[in-house]
């Protein structure tokens, strides 16, 4: 059945907390990635309940919902739902992660927005390559001159899109940043340090070439805002308009010709010089090694952090060694091991997912599928893809394999890109590793995987046993863990838990500032906040208790927790209190919804008709 593209796009903004709760939204290829202002309403198994949906992961602060080819209808359909800036995530935003991944997550959300305008380019350079090949354009004609005008201006002008992108990320004025990147790559400052090294102001300006460059910007712009924090604070406000904007580029201008920009050109220059060092001397052990480890790379979303390189290598080699060959290697090989499991798989359901998952990595390129829909979820298909991908990869490296331009996410069709170097033998060597990919991951995954359970196989006596004592007509009952005036979840003024995005139940406003347990069980989870905590009953009932809404903004204040995650507790213990009027005085609501959270796993729940209860009286009945 064909995707509701719409009823997806509604379903998500619901789930990750409406449009209120969406600082950003911006997508790649297979991805929607929101910013989020709080991090914590999704419930990612919710979300990966939607129809369309792959795949939740959350990186480099952002909320990324894995959708596959689908990805741009639903990201429009999203778009006439609210206003949403294509922020990719701050510094402040998400968890706190080791230093490594948070710039590996600034270079990839800074790049990420790019991606379009580098792919149509690349697939101009691609097809002019192939007018070229077989005599159909003529080198010294317009047509040339302009398609290859074309396939370069996103390259030659990177620094002023990249600044655009990188500014807006840091919350920083986009048109300055780009005026000072498009100063970098002026016809007149070109020329000047083609010169040699000159001076500005008596001070030696490093002579260095920045079409095409990535780190010179990605090192101005963060310091760029330093810069214009600094003139606004000195500017006085009936000059500011005129005032600000002088300081910062003037400010900027020898900030980037005399340190930022040869750094990064020094950087950038070490940088080639190392991928032609790994490409010249242990260039079969980094591909083996990369295309092995690319899924895992994927997953992150980390391998847009790379792109950097691949554009120095193109610039300064003429070709990439690295980035496109090694996901050529490693997505193939994820196609060719979803296609073994549509080909053993007993389930018709998964024989058409992994079918259909299998040809767009393949064909497009476009892992993802397989990955979270086949690979993973049945592991030894993982396994059998690595090992497929590391000699496949292996072979690359040997044959000195390589791109010669870049069109889209490497698959089958990527040998086009290969075309070049004086001959066909480059992307000979390619169909080799396109065969080897496929075919490897293909075999072994038929050795390997054993079509179970999950896949629609016989179901273990366990797992019937578990069926069985799944509760269908004996009843669970829940007492009420507060005091107060009990509604229905429908009239709680949040979408996430009026919508029933995070479970069933009720909604209660208190009386009394204690939380007891509604029923024997287990602590599940305790918020750091200290204002909601989950239980498991002994009976298997999965309860969420929120108090308040919102008020994950207090950061703990007004309430004292009285358990820890892992204690078991008894009916009518007394699990944490709140004070009322501090959360009153701060603005938010005491509504405090109570959610069974798993209820896939029983047939109906009742609330109870008491419009007001005690802690400890009935309030849920589960069956």
């Avoid at 709080?38 to 480099?60: F, L, N, T, W």
């Amino acid at each position: 059945m064909a995707l509701d593209y719409a009823k997806t796009a509604q379903a998500l903004l619901d789930e990750v907390g409406g449009e209120k709760n969406v600082s950003g939204l911006t997508h790649c290829m297979t991805r929607l990635r929101f910013v989020l202002k709080d991090s914590a309403i999704p419930k990612d198994s919710e979300v990966e309940k939607v129809p369309g949906v792959i795949r939740v992961v959350r990186q480099g602060g952002q909320y990324q919902i894995v959708i596959g080819n689908e990805v741009g209808n639903v990201h429009k359909e999203l778009l006439k739902l609210g206003h949403f800036e294509e922020s990719t995530g701050g510094t402040d935003e998400g968890p706190k992660e080791n230093l490594f991944s948070r710039m590996c997550g600034f270079v990839a959300g800074c790049m990420t927005p790019l991606l379009p305008a580098m792919l149509g380019c690349g697939m101009i350079k691609v097809v002019l390559t192939l007018l070229m090949t077989f005599g159909l354009v003529d080198t010294t004609g317009s047509t040339y001159v302009i398609l290859n005008a074309a396939g370069d201006a996103f390259f030659y002008f990177m620094p002023v899109l990249l600044a655009m992108t990188t500014a807006k990320r840091l919350g920083s004025n986009i048109y300055l940043a780009m005026v000072v990147a498009a100063l970098l790559i002026h016809p007149d400052i070109t020329a000047l340090l083609g010169q040699g090294n000159t001076a500005y102001f008596g001070i030696p300006v490093t002579s260095a070439v920045y079409s095409s460059s990535v780190l010179p910007v990605l090192l101005i712009v963060p310091i760029m805002g330093y810069i214009e924090r600094f003139a606004d604070k000195i500017c006085p406000n009936i000059v500011k308009v005129f005032l600000k904007p002088l300081i910062v580029v003037f400010i900027s201008i020898p900030v980037a010709l005399v340190v930022v920009g040869p750094l990064g050109s020094i950087l950038g220059n070490y940088l080639a010089s190392g991928i032609s060092f790994l490409y010249d001397k242990a260039g079969w052990l980094t591909i083996m090694l990369l295309s092995a480890a690319m899924p895992f790379i994927v997953m992150t979303g980390m391998h847009y952090a790379l792109i950097p390189l691949m554009t120095i290598g193109f610039t300064s080699l003429g070709f990439d060694a690295i980035l496109i060959i090694t996901m050529f290697c490693s997505n193939l090989a994820q196609g060719g091991a979803s296609l073994a499991v549509a080909v053993k798989a007993k389930d018709e359901n998964v024989k058409s997912t992994a079918s259909a998952a299998g040809v767009s990595a393949i064909v497009a390129g476009i892992t993802e599928p397989a990955m979270y829909g086949v690979t993973l979820k049945y592991k030894t298909p993982m396994i059998a893809s690595v090992i497929a991908a590391a000699i496949s990869g292996l072979y690359a490296g040997i044959t000195h394999l390589v791109a010669y331009s870049f069109g889209g996410s490497p698959s089958s069709l990527s040998l086009i890109q290969m075309i070049g170097g004086g001959g066909f033998g480059n992307m000979i060597n390619g169909v080799i590793a396109l065969v080897a990919s496929v075919t490897l991951a293909f075999i072994l995954t038929l050795i390997l995987y054993k079509p179970g359970e999950a896949d629609g196989g016989a179901a273990s006596e366990s797992d019937a046993a578990f069926e069985e004592k799944k509760p269908l007509v004996e009843t669970i009952e829940l007492a009420s863990p507060l005091a107060g005036t009990v509604i229905s979840l429908t009239e709680v003024e949040d979408a996430v838990f009026a919508g029933g995005v995070l479970g069933e139940g009720a909604a209660i406003i208190p009386s009394e500032g204690k939380v007891y347990a509604p029923a024997d069980g287990t602590i599940s989870a305790v918020i750091d906040t200290r204002h909601a905590v989950g239980i498991t009953t002994d009976r298997g009932a999965e309860v969420l208790i929120h108090v308040g809404l919102d008020t994950v903004q207090l950061k703990g204040d007004g309430f004292t927790i009285h358990c820890k995650e892992g204690d078991h507790v008894t009916k009518g213990s007394l699990l944490l209190e709140f004070d009322m009027e501090k959360i009153k005085e701060a603005g938010f609501s005491l509504t405090t919804p109570v959610l069974v959270s798993n209820m896939n796993n029983f047939v109906s729940l009742k609330i109870c008709d008491k419009k007001q209860v005690e802690a400890g009286e009935k309030l849920l009945t589960i069956v």
